[in-house]
Protein backbone atom coordinates (compact mmCIF):
# COMPACT_ATOMS: atom_id res chain seq x y z
CA UNK A 1 0.00 0.00 0.00
CA UNK A 2 1.28 3.38 -1.16
CA UNK A 3 2.18 5.04 2.19
CA UNK A 4 2.00 9.04 0.43
CA UNK A 5 -1.05 9.42 -2.19
CA UNK A 6 -0.29 12.95 -4.04
CA UNK A 7 -3.07 14.78 -6.15
CA UNK A 8 -3.66 15.40 -8.26
CA UNK A 9 -1.29 13.70 -10.81
CA UNK A 10 -1.15 16.28 -13.39
CA UNK A 11 -1.95 20.02 -13.12
CA UNK A 12 -1.96 22.41 -15.65
CA UNK A 13 -2.08 26.38 -14.76
CA UNK A 14 -1.12 29.71 -16.57
CA UNK A 15 2.19 31.56 -16.37
CA UNK A 16 1.07 33.81 -13.37
CA UNK A 17 -1.35 31.20 -11.69
CA UNK A 18 -1.55 29.58 -8.43
CA UNK A 19 -0.80 26.06 -8.49
CA UNK A 20 -2.22 23.88 -5.54
CA UNK A 21 -0.49 20.55 -4.86
CA UNK A 22 -1.53 17.51 -1.90
CA UNK A 23 0.03 14.96 -0.26
CA UNK A 24 -1.43 12.96 2.50
CA UNK A 25 0.08 10.07 4.06
CA UNK A 26 -1.15 6.86 5.72
CA UNK A 27 1.45 6.22 7.97
CA UNK A 28 0.55 8.09 11.11
CA UNK A 29 4.28 7.27 12.95
CA UNK A 30 5.91 10.04 9.92
CA UNK A 31 6.68 13.46 11.27
CA UNK A 32 8.74 14.79 8.45
CA UNK A 33 7.37 15.74 5.67
CA UNK A 34 9.19 16.97 2.38
CA UNK A 35 8.93 18.67 -1.27
CA UNK A 36 11.18 17.12 -4.03
CA UNK A 37 11.18 18.94 -7.33
CA UNK A 38 12.35 16.68 -10.34
CA UNK A 39 12.97 19.02 -13.73
CA UNK A 40 12.76 16.61 -16.80
CA UNK A 41 15.57 14.74 -16.93
CA UNK A 42 17.47 15.76 -14.07
CA UNK A 43 17.56 14.14 -10.38
CA UNK A 44 14.88 15.17 -7.56
CA UNK A 45 16.16 18.45 -5.51
CA UNK A 46 14.81 19.03 -2.38
CA UNK A 47 12.59 22.32 -2.41
CA UNK A 48 11.02 22.73 0.79
CA UNK A 49 10.46 20.97 4.75
CA UNK A 50 8.16 21.02 7.08
CA UNK A 51 8.35 19.52 10.52
CA UNK A 52 5.58 21.39 12.25
CA UNK A 53 1.71 22.31 12.05
CA UNK A 54 1.19 25.50 10.28
CA UNK A 55 2.56 27.28 7.10
CA UNK A 56 5.98 28.13 5.69
CA UNK A 57 6.93 31.10 3.06
CA UNK A 58 10.11 30.91 0.86
CA UNK A 59 9.50 33.24 -2.02
CA UNK A 60 6.91 32.52 -3.98
CA UNK A 61 6.14 28.59 -2.45
CA UNK A 62 4.35 27.97 0.75
CA UNK A 63 3.84 24.68 2.43
CA UNK A 64 1.00 24.01 4.91
CA UNK A 65 0.75 21.01 7.47
CA UNK A 66 -1.77 19.46 9.41
CA UNK A 67 -0.36 16.93 11.72
CA UNK A 68 -3.90 15.32 12.86
CA UNK A 69 -4.59 14.72 9.39
CA UNK A 70 -0.79 14.19 8.23
CA UNK A 71 -1.71 16.06 5.16
CA UNK A 72 0.73 18.90 3.87
CA UNK A 73 0.31 21.19 0.72
CA UNK A 74 2.33 23.12 -1.48
CA UNK A 75 1.38 26.03 -3.02
CA UNK A 76 3.47 28.16 -5.61
CA UNK A 77 2.29 31.60 -6.84
CA UNK A 78 2.75 33.79 -9.87
CA UNK A 79 3.50 30.36 -11.23
CA UNK A 80 6.65 30.56 -14.08
CA UNK A 81 7.41 28.14 -16.82
CA UNK A 82 10.29 27.34 -15.19
CA UNK A 83 8.24 25.75 -12.23
CA UNK A 84 6.81 23.06 -14.49
CA UNK A 85 8.73 19.64 -12.75
CA UNK A 86 7.18 16.67 -11.51
CA UNK A 87 7.04 17.54 -7.62
CA UNK A 88 7.30 15.05 -5.26
CA UNK A 89 5.95 14.49 -2.06
CA UNK A 90 7.86 12.58 1.44
CA UNK A 91 7.03 11.78 4.34
CA UNK A 92 9.30 10.00 7.06
CA UNK A 93 10.18 8.96 10.61
CA UNK A 94 13.20 8.80 12.54
CA UNK A 95 14.48 5.81 10.27
CA UNK A 96 12.47 5.44 6.83
CA UNK A 97 11.35 7.67 4.24
CA UNK A 98 8.29 7.29 1.92
CA UNK A 99 7.99 8.87 -1.52
CA UNK A 100 5.08 9.73 -3.47
CA UNK A 101 4.28 9.20 -6.86
CA UNK A 102 4.32 12.32 -7.61
CA UNK A 103 1.65 15.45 -9.01
CA UNK A 104 3.23 16.40 -12.48
CA UNK A 105 3.16 20.39 -13.33
CA UNK A 106 2.84 22.30 -16.66
CA UNK A 107 2.86 25.90 -16.35
CA UNK A 108 1.90 27.17 -19.85
CA UNK A 109 3.04 30.64 -20.95
CA UNK B 1 26.16 21.22 -2.24
CA UNK B 2 26.52 17.28 -1.08
CA UNK B 3 26.77 15.67 -3.95
CA UNK B 4 25.90 11.86 -4.65
CA UNK B 5 28.02 10.16 -7.35
CA UNK B 6 26.48 7.56 -9.95
CA UNK B 7 28.75 5.28 -12.66
CA UNK B 8 28.13 4.66 -15.39
CA UNK B 9 25.63 7.71 -16.83
CA UNK B 10 24.28 5.08 -19.66
CA UNK B 11 24.14 1.73 -19.50
CA UNK B 12 23.49 -0.68 -22.37
CA UNK B 13 23.14 -4.49 -21.59
CA UNK B 14 21.93 -7.64 -23.63
CA UNK B 15 19.14 -9.30 -21.85
CA UNK B 16 19.98 -12.15 -19.23
CA UNK B 17 23.38 -10.42 -18.80
CA UNK B 18 24.67 -9.08 -15.04
CA UNK B 19 24.46 -5.58 -14.46
CA UNK B 20 26.30 -3.77 -11.58
CA UNK B 21 25.04 0.27 -11.07
CA UNK B 22 27.41 2.04 -8.61
CA UNK B 23 27.03 4.37 -6.39
CA UNK B 24 29.41 7.28 -4.18
CA UNK B 25 27.20 8.25 -1.76
CA UNK B 26 27.65 11.65 0.21
CA UNK B 27 30.44 10.49 2.76
CA UNK B 28 29.02 11.09 6.00
CA UNK B 29 25.49 9.56 5.34
CA UNK B 30 24.11 6.57 6.71
CA UNK B 31 21.10 5.78 4.97
CA UNK B 32 21.25 4.37 1.08
CA UNK B 33 18.21 4.13 -1.30
CA UNK B 34 17.98 3.20 -4.60
CA UNK B 35 14.67 3.89 -6.76
CA UNK B 36 13.90 3.38 -10.16
CA UNK B 37 11.73 5.53 -12.91
CA UNK B 38 10.67 4.85 -16.04
CA UNK B 39 10.66 7.99 -18.80
CA UNK B 40 10.00 10.96 -16.18
CA UNK B 41 7.43 9.31 -14.56
CA UNK B 42 7.02 8.20 -10.52
CA UNK B 43 10.24 7.28 -8.36
CA UNK B 44 9.68 3.78 -7.57
CA UNK B 45 11.28 2.29 -4.43
CA UNK B 46 13.40 -0.51 -4.35
CA UNK B 47 15.89 -0.35 -1.48
CA UNK B 48 16.81 1.38 1.30
CA UNK B 49 20.04 -0.04 3.21
CA UNK B 50 21.41 0.76 6.61
CA UNK B 51 23.97 -0.12 8.79
CA UNK B 52 25.34 -2.83 6.46
CA UNK B 53 21.93 -4.44 5.91
CA UNK B 54 18.67 -3.95 3.63
CA UNK B 55 16.10 -2.07 5.85
CA UNK B 56 13.13 -2.25 3.58
CA UNK B 57 12.56 -3.40 -0.01
CA UNK B 58 9.39 -3.21 -2.17
CA UNK B 59 7.80 -5.95 -4.60
CA UNK B 60 9.99 -4.18 -7.30
CA UNK B 61 13.12 -5.79 -5.80
CA UNK B 62 12.53 -8.74 -7.14
CA UNK B 63 15.05 -11.79 -6.36
CA UNK B 64 17.73 -11.03 -8.84
CA UNK B 65 18.45 -7.71 -7.43
CA UNK B 66 20.92 -7.09 -5.10
CA UNK B 67 22.58 -4.75 -2.72
CA UNK B 68 25.84 -4.41 -1.09
CA UNK B 69 28.57 -1.48 0.36
CA UNK B 70 31.88 -3.50 1.28
CA UNK B 71 33.77 -0.82 3.70
CA UNK B 72 34.40 2.49 2.22
CA UNK B 73 33.46 1.27 -1.52
CA UNK B 74 31.01 1.42 -3.66
CA UNK B 75 26.50 1.20 -2.99
CA UNK B 76 25.98 -1.13 -5.62
CA UNK B 77 22.72 -2.23 -7.29
CA UNK B 78 23.59 -5.50 -9.27
CA UNK B 79 20.97 -7.44 -11.39
CA UNK B 80 21.29 -10.91 -12.59
CA UNK B 81 20.16 -11.56 -14.79
CA UNK B 82 18.91 -8.60 -16.51
CA UNK B 83 15.38 -8.85 -18.11
CA UNK B 84 13.87 -6.26 -20.64
CA UNK B 85 11.71 -4.33 -18.17
CA UNK B 86 14.70 -3.65 -16.03
CA UNK B 87 15.03 -0.91 -18.82
CA UNK B 88 14.81 2.48 -16.42
CA UNK B 89 16.66 5.06 -14.93
CA UNK B 90 18.18 4.28 -11.80
CA UNK B 91 18.54 6.71 -9.09
CA UNK B 92 20.75 6.42 -6.17
CA UNK B 93 20.28 8.49 -2.89
CA UNK B 94 21.54 8.65 0.79
CA UNK B 95 20.68 10.72 3.74
CA UNK B 96 22.77 11.24 6.98
CA UNK B 97 19.88 10.17 8.85
CA UNK B 98 16.43 8.62 8.39
CA UNK B 99 13.44 10.71 7.30
CA UNK B 100 14.51 13.71 9.09
CA UNK B 101 17.02 14.99 7.27
CA UNK B 102 17.45 15.61 3.76
CA UNK B 103 17.70 12.78 0.89
CA UNK B 104 20.39 13.64 -2.07
CA UNK B 105 19.94 12.13 -4.97
CA UNK B 106 22.59 11.25 -7.39
CA UNK B 107 21.73 11.94 -11.58
CA UNK B 108 20.78 8.35 -12.36
CA UNK B 109 22.16 5.73 -14.41
CA UNK B 110 19.85 5.01 -17.58
CA UNK B 111 19.59 1.48 -17.99
CA UNK B 112 19.11 0.08 -21.31
CA UNK B 113 18.02 -3.60 -21.80
CA UNK B 114 17.92 -5.06 -25.70
Known amino acids: QQKVQQSPESLIVPEGGMASLNCTSSDRNVDYFWWYRQHSGKSPKMLM?????GEKEEGRFTVHLNKASLHTSLHIRDSQPSDSALYLCAAGDNNRIFFGDGTQLVVKP | GPKVLQIPSHQIIDMGQMVTLNCDPVSNHLYFYWYKQILGQQMEFLVNFYNGKVMEKSKLFKDQFSVERPDGSYFTLKIQPTALEDSAVYFCASSLLGGNTEVFFGKGTRLTVV
Open chain 1, 49 to 53: SIFSN
